[in-house]
């Protein structure tokens, strides 16, 4: 019984949530389209920053506006997709405030979340199918930080950035 309650609670959460901020480049957009229905099969709002055609672009464009809109606190939490899924995550990670990550398996994505305290996972199309794609999401969404042991480690991380940004 004490599981479906929890399991309850976290579909509730899930549901509670502020729109998923969504965004992929041209290798990507037919995932994208797949997660955002997996997404919206489930209740779960998404706000999506494109793509919106397989035209080549410049996926650093996109993950730049998708992850300054988490960092600006429009939403709590982004998926970014292109090819590999690191092109989206490096640059998501160049905006102040940000943790992204690269999650291509179920540990990763769940570990993103409950070690690190990411915002923003990011898939690669040509790495994952769209079914371990949506398990992943699922996973990362239902995760959440436990700061227990890892957060002096994810405060760590917060005053580096930081120090840093004075530097520059």
């Known amino acids: ?45 998404v706000h999506d920053y494109g793509v919106f055609s397989d035209d080549p672009m410049l996926y650093p464009d996109i993950a730049l506006e998708v992850a300054q809109a988490v960092a600006d606190e429009k939403h709590e939490r982004g998926i970014l997709m292109c090819g590999t899924g690191i092109g989206v995550c490096i640059t998501a990670n160049k905006v102040p405030g ?31 199918g769209a ?4 398990s992943l999401v699922d996973v990362w969404l239902r995760s959440e930080f436990q700061a227990d042991r890892s957060g002096p480690k994810v405060e760590r ?6 120090s840093l940004a004075v530097v520059r």
């Open 157 to 162: 991380i917060k005053e580096i950035e930081k």
């Open 98 to 128: 940000i943790r992204a990550a690269v999650c291509h398996d179920l540990y990763s994505a769940e570990r993103s979340r409950m070690s690190n305290d990411c915002q923003i996972m990011t898939l690669g199309s040509r790495v994952i």
């Open 1 to 45: 019984m004490f599981g479906l309650d929890e399991k309850k609670k976290r579909e509730t959460k899930e549901q509670a949530m502020k729109p998923i901020a969504i965004g992929a480049d041209d290798a990507a957009v037919e995932l994208k389209a797949q997660i955002i229905k997996h997404l919206a099969s489930k209740g779960i709002p």
């Open 131 to 134: 079914e371990l794609a949506k």
